[in-house]
């Protein structure tokens, strides 16, 4: 790729995100889009629905200073911990690549005026990019030991920011168990395995087994019961209720505007319904009666205090191993029900299903990848379609081809891998949504990482083949040779995948349409409205592919760090307000996503040398080549360390936090309320009495 | 090998085996060896030494009787679980190997009557015993389906008997928890990286955070003592006291018989030692009153209840999880002291070089055994020393030499691994004898397994070549070359390091000899004698190999199975005989060794069935060879399963076995002179007042 189609590129992506900065900015005045741009505030019923004025029609940048404005401490009341961390990845990388920037002022000139790559011209607009990369130094330069030093001064601070991020981050986790409320879960261990025992039930057994061995601390529990077939039923219920809710609305208005001719059939249909619907909720009735008996043997156990519940939970309970196995209880929100109904050997399976459909999902994409990058060598799509020749020669569509069209593409691609990993996830057998959302952030990432930077550099090179990863002596001089070739490609990634899909997520086009569709065409109302939380397994890796890139490019090619310094910034200020309008959080982890962050800086960064090592030895400095084999050594024996400093606070609380909490509590007047709302807390939805939502009639109550 | 070979061996190991028998029947009358043949009666004063009488000189069989009839439960009582579970091994593969010989019995005229190996003639003396192995089998015989089936059977079987014997095991475990006195280590747990508070000292810390977080159920702490100086100062005057002792007590038998006149030279060395001895123990005074304030950050830490030891041990103490890590404690005289003087940085470079250490070992001892190789095949030793011919041309020597000096020269090599492999494990950082001696245990069984069954079997075969074990492709086939063609050798490994040296245990030569040394020669007295632990990190290592080559060998050559069979018979015998006569046990593991025994019998089924595939594909079973496949998968499985039903239950003990014997400790009336013992037991023995034996003139008070 030359320079001028990268800058028209840029040019496109630019213009693009000031569509949508402009178009946002004016959209999310108007009352009626409130729901697609600020659900939270609709919900919390904090939105003031102003008049009509001139202002609105006006684009502003109003809302860019108050996601500016507002603190950690305000976004870590209104989104939780978890949304803050999400904030410090944009931070954290901000931080990195400033550095890099500053570096790289120190590189550019150097590969610019190295004269590896003899260019028949001196073009400016014409000149490849590679003569701003690593390429473009002469073999054997003395300049190259600033490559190295660089190399070693980047991974220092890199090293240095993760230590004080993660640090910071699990200070801010006890800080934030200190000063929270009681949390239900903290108070809970979720039992599995519990024996059968002859004559009694599973309840009876659980009962006796606490009060024998833990009599001043245990509470109460609740066993959990097999409700597949009770949730199926609710949901049908719930989903004939809306549209019965529905007609019914239309039929008023309708009534309203005098139009009654046409209403025979449709009452019969309303009747129908309504009988259908009486019927379901007395089947849910009846199932909900019946369903005491079927008992799973698990249970949620809770004690009178934190500590209480981590003994249950750290010492092995019964004699044998396999049974009474107890493990952290997830928030009640957080509890993914459908897997205590799924038996033994269904999880078992569908686990191994799921890891395998996974793999083969990760390996055989590289298909459609291999077919976009075709899409960056022209003259290859022409030999295989001839009739393209003609437009092909045209000069814009070729930049537009080249520059932005192959980025584009992947991205659509990548569309559909979150929900397919989520999807996968579930059937895995994680008891809570937040586990369920985590691997499937690993998988994407993992997803990510492969399919694209791995399978893009090594289809760009001659040297593709599959089995490079099992003949790892080659690895670094394949990805030497690959990885600096691909910069220009990366770059327009950067700015498809990274700009515009950033402000396209302010713009939330797909939310805006359906809502026009739910508003007008379906007819629902705003009472209905749920607030999304943020999907951390979309956003996560994508966020942290650009910190591969990044990190991996910034010695190579440091022409792509501006751009990526721009993503982050975008990404910071465009996620803080949609943070504090959007998404509210579901759940909250207390920062478990931390650790993936971690790991993924630790990978690029090991990745980076081992490109290092192959490049300096491409370029005859086996000295340098060498001397650059201790720094992935260090960098892995530092993150092991890390691993044993901070990890474990990532999994429980120490015996000193939680016994200081729960001293501070004992004098809570509080906590009678709480215990008696923890008795009750982790009782299947699905049990609890049928919410029918009739209100066009005033009828609202529990039909239960 | 030929037969006559085989049997001139057996004769000489029976030869070997039955002298030592008489020998030891008649020498362990004579009052003298009691020290060596029963030192745990005269320590405990049991031996009645009775006067002379005729039967004294007579070879008798009485102790047999009483060896064979002992029980489970009095050898329980005598020498604890471990010794137990170590007579256990080999009621196993008594077991094991009973089953192996019915199946041999079909398997051995399957394998004769085959005539793959067309031979010249049928003279029984001359004919090779791979006639009666699985070569001799013709290529792609139906036959071979008995094979087959044979290794299912048996692995199953195996199974079964792992299953339940590590069952039985893990169940003695608990009930002999249930029964025992109450045992300091249990309400005890060692606490490691105190942090560093300014101000007060590490003990005042301890005091301060486990009286703040458990008041209710600790009890008191010991710091630990940097006492390396003093450890080194109290063995000097002990070596000096007890010589000082031998040189009164030599003076005083001279002074009787009326020899005085050489005694001038000799009295002023006796001041001279005395004033010795003196600044000795006055410089152990004082650095005893120095090292109060040398303190490390470690404290032995216990607790009113077992429970609240589990608790302080399993839950994370402190909020940076790299301070107050807690582990399980040793019991006192298990403490290996050293390992606390040691500075962090010298325990981390140990550790290495012991693992480096250890490795070069293992590797580089193929020399020796290659060497010990090159005899089993004559040819080419009279190629290398033609001086040699004409005595290897002797019918007998030539049998001596490749019949029994082959495995005698190996075991004489292997003499000096135990030894080594501890003193490997003791710098690497442990902090008790019986983890030393466990990982010992492993590093000797390694060792054995590579040097002793994979250097043997692959350095006969010509296919010998180191890189084998990096293409696992190829194992199976050179393996099914290489094994069975070792059949002879291993046989011939069985009579001389089973038999034999099984005897020799019985006979202990070398302490028996020692013992004539010094009482003697060196003149030392009963009351110094020290009462031998079981070795068993010399002892099951060998025991295992054993199984491994039944398992490997049961049915490639059955004719093996007799051999070890008796080995395994005769061990029994010997080693109950020695646990209730020789050996005490020094500490207690509650029978930590067994999980060695099942994870070897695993990998023997898994190498087994490895050849087995092998074998099949090359006679020509493709079927038999694929089926082959699913048998060592689903052992791993079994494994897996075994490995989480019964291993956690070695680790630690449930809270209910915990809280149920806590229970009962409640109206025990010992309990308050136990925890009075509890409070000092964990002093580091330096620091204990200095005991000086001078008993020959009547002192023997403690001198501090």
Partial sequence: MILSALLTSVGINLGLCLLFFTLYSILRKQPSNANVYAPRLVVKGKLQRNEFNFERILPSASWLRKA??????????????????????????????????????????????????????????????????????????????????????????????????FSYISSKRITCFYSSEPKLHQFTVLVRSIPVSSGISYSESVENFFTEYYPSTYLSHVIVRRTNKLQKLISDADNLSRRLLHMKSRKSTRQKVGR???????????????KKLEFLVESVRMEQALITGQEVPAAFVSFKSRFGAAVALHIKQGANPTEWNTETAPEPQDVYWPFFSASFMRRWISNYVAVVACIVLTVLFFGPVLLVQSLTHLNQLETWFP?????????????????????????????????????????????????????????????????????????????????????????????????????????????????????????QLIQLIWSFIERNILGRSDDELEVPSVPYHREIPKILFFVLLGITYFFL????????????????IIFRN???????????????????????????????????????????????????????????????????????????????????????????????????????????????????????????????
């Fill in 68 to 165: 500016w404005e507002t603190s950690e401490e305000e976004l870590l009341s209104v989104s939780g911990l978890d949304a803050v961390i999400f904030m410090r990845i944009f931070i954290f990388s901000i931080k990195i690549f400033t550095f890099a920037m500053t570096i790289a002022l120190i590189l550019l000139p150097i590969n610019y005026l190295g004269d590896q790559l003899t260019l028949a011209d001196f073009d400016l607009p014409n000149k490849s990019l590679e003569s701003f990369s690593i390429s473009n130094v002469n073999d054997g330069s003395i300049r190259l030991w600033i490559h190295f030093s660089a190399a070693y001064i980047f991974t220092a601070f890199v090293c240095y920011l993760l230590y004080s991020e």
């Fill in 260 to 274: 009654a001719s046409f209403l025979g059939r449709k009452v019969d249909l309303l009747d129908q319904y309504e």
């Fill in 387 to 507: 009739f393209l020749k003609g437009i092909l020669s045209m000069k814009l569509v070729s930049q537009v081809i080249t520059g932005y069209l192959p980025s584009l593409v992947l991205q659509m691609f990548q569309y559909f891998v979150p929900p397919t990993m989520i999807m996968l996830s579930s059937i895995q057998g994680y008891i809570a949504r937040s586990q369920i959302e985590k691997s499937a952030c690993y998988k994407v990432l993992w997803f990510t990482v492969w399919n694209v930077f791995f399978v893009t550099v090594l289809s760009g090179s001659i040297l593709y083949q599959t089995n490079v990863f099992l003949e790892i002596k080659k690895l670094p001089n394949v990805l030497a040779v690959a990885v600096p070739g691909q910069a220009e490609f990366f770059i327009a990634y950067v700015l498809t995948s990274g700009w515009t899909s950033t402000s396209s997520e302010l713009f």
């Fill in 557 to 572: 090619a440091p022409l792509i760090l501006p751009f990526i310094l721009v993503y982050f910034c975008l990404g910071y």
């Fill in 578 to 704: 949609q943070l504090l309008n959007v998404y509210a959080p579901k759940y909250e982890t207390n920062g478990k996503f931390w650790p993936i962050v971690h790991n993924l800086t630790i990978f690029s960064l090991v990745l980076m040398h081992i490109i290092a090592f192959g490049i300096f030895g491409l370029k005859k400095m086996p000295l340098a080549s060498g001397f650059m084999i201790p720094l992935p050594v260090m960098t892995i024996l530092f993150n092991n360390y890390c691993r044993r400093r901070f990890l474990p606070m990532f999994s429980s609380y120490a015996a000193e936090c939680l016994i200081k909490k729960d001293k501070n509590d004992q004098n809570n007047p509080t906590m009678d309320a709480f215990y008696e709302k923890l008795v009750t807390a982790y009782r299947d939805p699905a049990l609890s009495p049928i919410q029918i939502t009739e209100n066009i009639d005033g009828l609202s109550a529990p039909l239960l």
